[in-house]
């Protein structure tokens, strides 16, 4: 910025950066907003990327640092609702004037540390309120995705959306479903990592936002599962999305394991973020209306499951009886000799060399051997082998009754 300056153009701070500065927080990055045409800042800087030159940004390296620069400008038409279908460049009013919403339409001096604000922005960050700049339908038509970032940012710093920009956003609710599924799912994944996603997804629920985002019909149930939810001792990324998802799930009263393939498909989900999803909303159901009726193998291997820690948590926030039941359940079966999840006392590789050709019987069999350990009918290899002997010989017989 002061080498922007020393060739003679305005340098400032720009957007989420200043806002998260006023309101004493660390920004994750920062912005840099220019009158320097695009061209002249590649020419000042050797290191420079043209990532939106025709929309006046270019990425400028630095000592090791990215920083985006953006040259000052109004926008006009959005075609694919997303991207302006023309840009002019301007002054630094009129770009803090079509940006979304006031508390993002702020710019710094770095170097006084005064802050410039021509769109209310200061004000209402201290009401803490959200507001679209302008017509606040104008700004949704420009981009319906900021009824999601709206939602998020109310969520986030526990705000309220001012009455006519909320309005705006029911008014154009289905317009959401024009929005590309992906730019959907990572605002919706953004809320559901923040600690205050239980108020987010209320407020989108308030607003009808939910059916578009899920592409599902709007549901009026309250959102009290996901507001219970503590996923504070899950790793952070898909293990949360998955837990928060499955929460939100329970409140719409839709808790099915088949759900998972229309989410995956409404948001985007990544792999692992669709089978936690799956593998919860499956176990939950076995562990509210079917865990007292398992067998002792069922539930080590229930307990011992790759997604058993999120499912818990999910049913620590909608059926607390339940979750402590299981959990003194779970607590007397890890105690017990080999715990839940004991090594195999048999593997393929034993049988194999006891002269069994591989195939699919070996799975079941090996499965079975593997619950009489669990549940302590067989306490080392030989017993292992012996009980498998018996089984696949028993196979055997079946198989020469059927021919």
Request: hydrophobic letters at 40%.
């Amino acid at each position: 910025m002061r080498t922007l300056r020393e060739h003679g153009f305005v340098a400032l701070l720009a957007g989420g950066c200043v806002r998260d500065e006023v309101m004493g927080l660390a920004p994750k990055d920062y912005d840099v907003a220019t009158d320097a045409r695009p061209e002249r800042v590649r020419q000042i800087f050797r290191h420079t990327q043209a990532v939106g030159e025709h929309f006046g940004v270019v990425l400028v390296r630095e000592s090791g640092c990215t920083v985006e620069v953006a040259t000052f400008r109004n926008e006009s038409g959005y075609a694919d609702r997303r991207r302006p279908d023309s840009v002019t460049f301007t002054d630094a009013e009129n770009d803090a004037r079509r940006r979304d919403f006031t508390i993002n339409g702020l710019f710094m001096d770095p170097f006084s540390g005064e802050v410039i604000d021509y769109v209310g922005g200061k004000a209402d960050l201290r009401a803490g309120v959200i507001r679209a700049i302008g017509d606040p339908a104008a700004r949704l038509g420009e981009d319906h995705l900021r009824a999601l970032r709206a939602v998020r940012f109310a969520a986030r710093f526990e705000f309220t959306i001012e009455e006519r920009t909320a309005e705006a956003i029911r008014h154009d609710a289905a317009e959401l479903r024009g929005v590309s599924r992906e730019r959907i799912g990572q605002e919706v994944r953004l809320m559901l990592l923040n600690s205050h996603r239980g108020r987010a997804i209320s407020l989108l629920t308030d607003l009808g936002l939910d059916g578009p985002v899920l592409d599902e019909p709007h549901s009026a149930r309250p959102v009290q599962v996901l507001a219970a939810l503590d996923p504070s001792g899950l790793d952070a990324g898909p293990r949360v999305v998955a837990a928060s998802l499955a929460a939100w799930a329970v409140d719409r009263g839709s808790a099915d394991a088949r759900l998972s393939a229309r989410w995956r498909k409404a948001l985007v989900l990544s792999n692992e973020e669709r089978d936690g999803l799956t593998a919860i909303l499956r176990d939950l159901e076995r562990l509210r209306s079917h865990w007292s009726g398992l067998c002792v193998a069922a539930r080590k291997r229930l307990a011992a499951g790759p997604w058993f820690r999120e499912t818990m948590v999910v049913l620590e926030a909608s059926a607390r009886e339940t979750h402590q039941r299981v959990m003194d359940d779970v607590q007397v079966l890890a105690a017990e000799s080999g715990g839940l999840a004991p090594e195999p006392l048999l593997t393929g590789d034993v049988l194999v060399a006891a002269g069994y050709p591989p195939g699919p019987r070996f799975k079941k069999v090996l499965d079975c051997v593997y619950d009489a350990q669990l549940e302590g009918r067989i306490r080392s290899a030989a017993e292992g082998l012996e009980l498998a002997h018996r089984l696949l010989a028993g196979q055997e017989g079946d198989a020469k009754a059927e021919d």
